[in-house]
């Protein structure tokens, strides 16, 4: 069983990572993670089947921060807002480190527009403490559906 304290600190790097996001702190994003650590953005179907083919996959906390550049920087899109809802983590240690599954969906909400289920899908995330606290070593995001309405520009 997981110590409470340590449900408690995964909860609020969760609730620290969402609000980064949904908050437009883009820059604070690649801080979640550790220096060598993966953020993968994969279809389900891809997932279940074991093929590597992702959306996006990030292999470094230098590749997030050039992916960062390039969505406050160079991207032209519409403007959103984007709101993460977040289930119950289910979490398991492996040796030093924790792995945790949790269900999300993210609502997306264009100016003058309803807001509208964007991804949904769970992170399986593999979180090690560092120095600075808890942090991603890996975070897969792999979603349910085969179609992305249009393209997706912020971190999920």
């Not at 304290?5 to 980064?20: C, P």
């Not at 997932?47 to 590597?52: N, T």
């Not at 969906?105 to 991804?119: A, G, H, I, L, Y």
Request: proline share 5%; net charge negative; glycine share 6%.
């Amino acid at each position: 069983m997981i110590d409470p304290s340590v449900r408690f600190a995964i909860e609020q790097l969760y609730a620290a990572y969402t609000s980064a996001l949904d908050n437009g702190r883009f820059d604070d994003w690649p801080d979640f993670f550790i220096e060598d650590g993966r953020y993968v953005l994969i279809p389900r179907e891809n997932h279940d089947r074991g093929l590597p083919l992702a959306t996006m996959s990030l292999e470094s906390r230098g590749m997030m921060k050039d992916r960062v550049y390039g969505v406050i920087n160079t991207l032209f899109h519409a403007p959103y807002y984007q709101r993460h809802i977040l289930g119950p983590m289910r979490i398991e240690e492996d040796g030093d480190a924790l792995l945790v599954e949790a269900n999300y969906v993210v609502f997306r909400t264009k100016r003058n527009e309803m807001s509208e289920v964007f991804n949904t899908g769970r992170y399986i995330d593999r979180i090690v403490n560092t120095d600075d606290g808890l942090r991603f070593a890996e975070k897969l995001c792999v979603f349910d559906s085969e179609m992305i309405p249009n393209s997706i520009i912020y971190p999920i």
